[in-house]
């Protein structure tokens, strides 16, 4: 990169500090805890402290790349497509008519890449390491299925109109858990579950293929209580997202086990279809939620989406070359120029339709860029590489991010810090050992 000649020239230049630094020498063990801790404090700390801690480990990445001694930076092909996305929301930033609102929006967005830089740049030079990051992660969630559960017994009241009551019986309300995470909502503790589901998962074949079956039975437990959890909040999209986990769970499975256990592999998907077709015949409110998906505009919350849809169109259309600027708060300034009477909204309930109107169509198609290439070159790794290691790591982040996008399409948490920061923690371990793969195979 252009970059690695100025770092080699800094490097050179404060070599002598660097070797008489206690401090400089252990950044790498104070980059990894800054990372482990932002997933630590996602689920009960603001917006503002968790990204505070994302950019405390920007900060010392950026200075370990200022000194120490041949560290340099690398990109695969789709950090190229990120790296045009970014181009393009600066452009972006400069000719938004709130310039303002969009630069704190901005920021918001270069923590988020900044982090990722962070974690990929880490885990390039310590790949050994990102059993602990999904160990995190599956903390983290195993912590927020508990206390959904604990709320569910509880019976906890909804703090704003998150179900549409009007046409149910009493048996089909449901009780949408929330959990810690901040703002308190159902549909974020979705989204966060379809981002972290996939880690317990992915940590559970870790520890099987080390013959730690305790830990490997823990973790595959935890992954089932996190998927019932995922249901108990209610959330339709995440519902969408966890059939996109099942999905991309047993195609993974099929690659090891469809040649010698077809049978028992099929008898397991057969097991998984009769759960699931049992709970949807015999939990009411399960069933009514599930339904609801289809009622289109009779729906409340469905036809809501769809005017917001008509009227983010409309926005896009208006500003299709260079969008609105980034962030929440620019968009709800904008929105109210469009938005039909009684119909306010904080997004546009799309995270592409989102990502066009904020920073236009240019933005889009490199950011679809980015998650098509990223995603083509995990599922290479899964199909062609030898180390099982591997293949398990990209089989969680890939799941997890086409997870993340298929769910994106009807709600716009993926934006919220909580989901973002998994996000980019996966495409970081895709990344970094796509890099390590094409270096083995001569690329």
């Known amino acids: 990169m252009m970059f690695n000649s100025l770092f080699k020239f800094t490097q050179e230049k404060l070599n002598i500090l660097y070797e008489n630094s206690l401090f400089l020498q252990n950044l790498d063990r104070l980059i990894f805890i800054s990372i482990i801790v932002v997933f630590l404090l996602s689920t009960v700390m603001s917006s503002d402290v968790i990204g505070f801690v994302a950019l ?55 923590t988020y890449l900044g982090f990722y830089v962070s974690v990929v740049h880490y885990l390039k030079n310590h790949k ?73 998962f992915g940590m559970s074949a870790f520890f099987a293929i080390g013959k730690r079956y305790k830990r490997a039975i823990i973790s595959l437990v935890l992954g089932f209580l996190s998927i019932i959890a995922l249901f108990l909040t209610g959330c339709r999209g995440a519902y969408i997202g966890c059939m996109v986990i099942v999905l991309g769970l047993f195609l993974v499975c099929g690659k090891f086990f469809w040649n010698k256990f077809k049978k028992w592999f099929i008898s397991v998907i057969a097991l998984c279809f009769a759960l699931g077709t049992s709970a949807l015949l015999f939990v009411s409110s399960l069933r009514a939620r599930v339904l609801s998906i289809f009622a289109m505009r009779q729906d409340s919350s469905n036809s809501f989406r769809f005017n917001v849809y008509q009227s983010s169109v409309q926005m896009f259309k208006d500003n299709w070359l260079l969008g609105i600027g980034v962030g929440n708060k620019n968009f709800r300034e904008i929105y109210g120029l469009y938005m039909r009477t009684g119909f306010d909204a904080l997004s546009s309930y799309n995270i592409f339709l989102e990502t066009a109107v904020e920073s236009g169509i240019f933005a889009l198609i490199t950011f679809l860029g980015f998650i098509i290439v990223m995603v083509k070159d995990g599922i290479k790794v899964i199909l062609k590489s030898e180390n099982l290691t591997d293949i398990i790591f990209v089989s969680t982040a890939v799941i997890s991010i086409c997870a993340m996008m298929i769910h994106g399409l009807v709600d716009t948490v993926f934006f919220r810090p909580q989901i973002q920061f998994i996000f980019w923690a996966m495409a970081a371990i895709v990344s970094a050992i796509a890099v390590n793969n094409n270096e083995t195979a001569g690329e």
Request: net charge neutral; glycine share 6%.
């Open 128 to 200: 050994y390491h990102i059993p602990y990051i999904l160990t995190a992660i599956g903390v983290c969630v195993s912590f927020e299925s508990i206390v959904g559960f604990m709320q569910n017994f509880a019976h906890v009241d909804e703090i704003s109109t998150w179900q549409d009551v009007s046409k149910l019986n009493p048996e089909q309300v449901m009780t949408r858990v929330y959990g810690t995470l901040l703002p308190l909502n159902p549909n974020l503790l979705g989204g966060y579950f379809v981002a972290g589901i996939p880690a317990l």
């Open 56 to 110: 405390i480990a920007v900060f010392l990445t950026f200075v370990q790349l200022l000194t120490k001694p041949n560290d340099k930076c690398e990109a695969n092909k789709f950090e190229l497509w990120l790296l045009a996305y970014f181009m393009i929301v600066i452009i972006s930033l400069a000719g938004s008519s709130l310039f303002a609102l969009s630069l704190k929006g901005f920021m918001k967005t270069v």
